[in-house]
């Protein structure tokens, strides 16, 4: 079975800290993908990366950034929280870039920013 | 640009109830269309895909889906459902550069 973990499943940080944000795959997949997820709003696509250190922004990259410098390893970084990132995050992996659509979700960071 | 429309936020039904979660898209050349569900306090997992050939498509848990091209729907049905069906339901449709497309998502919820 696919497995994705992310580092922490709540998360409590204050206005302005960096904020670092880890996901592992353990499938050997090359896509991976963080998306924030707000009631009402269904998933949006932060930052997407089909390969090491490659990375090509989502829909909502603002604020954000992202590392992968191993196959395995996708981290979100929020250079200097602010409130409105208060959000369920979460990572997603898939295969190759042609089958993007079936991907594998860790179960989520609930991130609250004060 | 594609877009997802799930026109229910919420659907109560009773349990052992027949039960549809509607979606709509936008319509395109190709459609490859899917039913993701998310359970508390869980990730997403796919739950069934549309990818061509017949348009009723059987998924996970006894759930099934009918492709509808010219209404540009792709409803998601289940007949009989259980208290373990509750969960949030997300439509999605993949876009011309591989990624998916979300709708706002539907909370099923199952009443005794």
Same mark, same amino acid.
């Given at each position: 079975?696919?497995?994705?973990?992310?580092?922490?499943?709540?998360?409590?940080?204050?206005?302005?800290?960096?904020?670092?944000?880890?996901?592992?795959?353990?499938?050997?997949?090359?896509?991976?993908?963080?998306?924030?997820?707000?009631?009402?709003?269904?998933?949006?696509?932060?930052?997407?990366?089909?390969?090491?250190?490659?990375?090509?922004?989502?829909?909502?990259?603002?604020?954000?950034?992202?590392?992968?410098?191993?196959?395995?390893?996708?981290?979100?970084?929020?250079?200097?929280?602010?409130?409105?990132?208060?959000?369920?995050?979460?990572?997603?992996?898939?295969?190759?870039?042609?089958?993007?659509?079936?991907?594998?979700?860790?179960?989520?960071?609930?991130?609250?920013?004060? | 640009?594609?877009?997802?429309?799930?026109?229910?936020?919420?659907?109560?039904?009773? *349990?052992?109830?027949?039960? *549809?979660?509607?979606?709509?898209?936008?319509?395109?050349?190709?459609?490859?269309?899917?039913?993701?569900?998310?359970?508390?306090?869980?990730?997403?997992?796919?739950?069934?895909?549309?990818?061509?050939?017949?348009?009723?498509?059987?998924?996970?848990?006894?759930?099934?889906?009918?492709?509808?091209?010219?209404?540009?729907?792709?409803?998601?049905?289940?007949?009989?459902?259980?208290?373990?069906?509750?969960?949030?339901?997300?439509?999605?449709?993949?876009?011309?550069?591989?990624?998916?497309?979300?709708?706002?998502?539907?909370?099923?919820?199952?009443?005794?």
């Amino acid at each position: 079975d696919v497995k994705v973990t992310q580092s922490s499943r709540y998360l409590v940080k204050r206005t302005g800290e960096k904020v670092f944000l880890e996901c592992v795959q353990d499938m050997d997949h090359e896509n991976m993908f963080w998306y924030r997820q707000d009631p009402g709003l269904g998933l949006r696509l932060i930052y997407f990366s089909y390969d090491v250190k490659m990375k090509e922004k989502g829909d909502i990259p603002e604020g954000y950034s992202v590392s992968r410098e191993k196959k395995e390893r996708f981290s979100l970084i929020l250079e200097s929280a602010s409130t409105n990132q208060t959000s369920m995050y979460l990572c997603a992996s898939s295969l190759l870039r042609g089958y993007a659509y079936e991907q594998y979700f860790g179960p989520g960071t609930r991130l609250t920013v004060t | 640009a594609q877009s997802v429309t799930q026109l229910d936020s919420q659907v109560p039904v009773f *349990e052992e109830a027949p039960v *549809e979660l509607r979606c709509n898209y936008s319509s395109s050349v190709s459609v490859y269309l899917f039913w993701y569900v998310q359970y508390p306090n869980q990730g997403l997992q796919l739950l069934l895909k549309y990818l061509s050939g017949s348009t009723l498509v059987k998924g996970i848990n006894g759930f099934e889906a009918e492709f509808n091209k010219s209404q540009t729907s792709f409803h998601l049905r289940k007949p009989s459902v259980h208290i373990s069906d509750t969960a949030e339901y997300f439509c999605a449709v993949r876009d011309s550069n591989y990624q998916l497309i979300w709708g706002a998502g539907t909370k099923l919820i199952i009443k005794p």
